[in-house]
């Protein structure tokens, strides 16, 4: 199984009555997004989620992603592997 769908399958898993999720995933890079994200649909349809998908490439777009987040009401929030969220994340979380 692809990374992006088990990692949507794991969030449902620990948090079963979120029935609304999120993709976080860097528009910059069509070639794992573009991927990453048919597949984490086609997961989200299978398991009976609602899925949308946050597109950031920079520190803004991070900030907007989270807004919406916020005005969804998801449950959760899977984050793409993306160089640029695993180079950023430590200045994120402070």
Known sequence: ????PKRLELLHEV???AR???L???HNNPVLTEPLSKDSQSAARSLGLELHILHASNDSEIEAAFVTLNG??????VI???????????????
């Open 24 to 26: 976080l995933a860097n």
């Open 72 to 77: 969804l009401q998801a449950g959760g929030l």
């Open 15 to 17: 948090i079963p009555s």
């Open 20 to 22: 609304v999720l999120a």
């Open 80 to 94: 793409g592997s993306d160089s640029f969220f695993i180079a950023g994340a430590h200045n994120w979380l402070h």
């Open 1 to 4: 199984m692809k990374v992006g």
